[in-house]
């Protein structure tokens, strides 16, 4: 019998509500009649030289051309398609680093800066250069989650050959200064590297407003497909493959490019951009709308980084005296899809290093869950969600006897 079915007066109802779209997003019905088209039409290698090939290579340069121009990347600026975020992350961390060191022998460019509050993909592709010989620093956040600029530019020196910080938090959407950062970088000759796979579809992402030289997108988060992503790429940043044994992509990323899931990024893009004044809107009211319930009949819940700027879609609720591992277990057993933090780290019971490195109590971390919205939820949802956590916090802080 499930945890939920356990406690007294709550039974599991038939209908799921899905509020974990930081983790990924279902597809849209348009992008999933984009791919399949493709599919059909365009199943040829875009590497070949006959007729077929072409044609698919020609539908592949036009979505790269359509994503570019959407984001706001000049025609100079390179879309390179990789599986998703986490290898873009790869790429920009351990291409652009390995590029400053190959034109530095002697190992003067060796330091790398990320903020402490960022994706986990991030920080394994830091700490695997850490282990090839560079020093990786870390930028301190502020109690709502917000990166300390001042720490940042006093961590910057000769030596440092890449910054890294992300546009919007995944686990609480609190939206960093990367634009005031990238100036900072630029002053000092230093690329700068922005994971906005959390920002696009939710905030007004433009590449050169940005002025960054590098930007990791993946379709999935944006109701597009799995398995596909992209790292936007200034004209003027080095980069030197992690991948080798094809000359696809300028050898930058080998391999045959799926041009069905180009396809349907592409499609995502649009569709995330043309609406997104619209679709952000109504996810900020929902969101808020969940909040101020959740408040309403829980009063010591904490809500991570309220106090800051945060994109619309995503709410990190703490509730002190609560197991967030048994409070996710009950939601799901009640029909809510939630997480405890980053789906990357999904398989760990570790508290949140994100949250530590905010300065969250330690009790408000092991409560800790995060909703996260999509353009597809409904008011309804959010109603009857609200109303289930509420009855699952209230219920495991009632007494162990109710477990038994």
Known sequence: MSL???????????????????????????????????????????????????????????????????????????????????????????????????????????????????????????????????????????ADGVTDIDHLASLLNSRTCLVSLMLVNNETGVIQPVQQAAQICRQRGIPLHCDAVQAISKLPVNMQQLGVSALTLTAHKMHGPRGIGGLLVDQETELTPILFGGFQQLGLRPGTEDVALAVGFA??????????????????????????????????????????????????????????????????????????????????????????????????VEGSIRVSLSRFTTAAEIAAASDRIINCVNHLRLPKSYGK
Not at 60 to 65: D, N, P, T, V
Not at 275 to 294: F, S
Not at 314 to 330: I, P, Y
Not at 340 to 362: F, I, K, R
């Open 267 to 364: 499609k995502a893009v649009e569709l995330a951009v043309d609406g997104l004044a619209e679709h952000a809107a109504c996810m900020c009211q929902l969101r808020d709308r969940l909040e101020q319930a959740v408040l309403a009949e829980l009063p010591g819940c904490v809500i991570v980084g309220c106090d800051a700027a945060r994109a619309p879609h995503t709410s990190n609720l703490c509730f002190a005296g609560v197991n967030r591992q048994s409070l996710l277990m009950a939601c799901d057993q009640a029909g809510v899809s939630i997480s405890t933090g980053s789906a990357c780290a999904s398989g760990s019971s570790e508290p949140s290093p994100v949250l530590l490195a905010m300065g969250c109590d330690s009790r408000l």
């Open 4 to 142: 939920y079915q356990r406690l007294p007066g709550l039974t599991v109802p038939m209908n799921s509500i899905y509020l974990d779209a930081n983790s990924t997003t279902r597809i849209d019905p348009q992008v999933q009649d984009a791919i399949v088209n493709a599919w059909r039409s365009n199943y040829a290698n875009p590497a070949s030289q006959h007729q077929p090939g072409q044609r698919a290579r020609a539908a592949l340069e036009q979505c790269r051309a359509d994503i570019r121009h959407r984001l706001g990347a000049s025609q100079v600026q390179q879309l390179i398609f990789t599986s998703g975020g986490t290898e873009a992350n790869n790429l920009a961390l351990r291409g652009i680093a390995w590029a400053a060191r190959s034109q530095h022998s002697g190992g003067d460019r060796n330091e790398i800066v990320i903020s402490a509050i960022e994706h986990p993909s991030v920080v394994g592709a830091a700490e695997f250069l850490r282990s090839q010989g560079f020093v990786v620093h870390n930028i301190a956040v502020s």
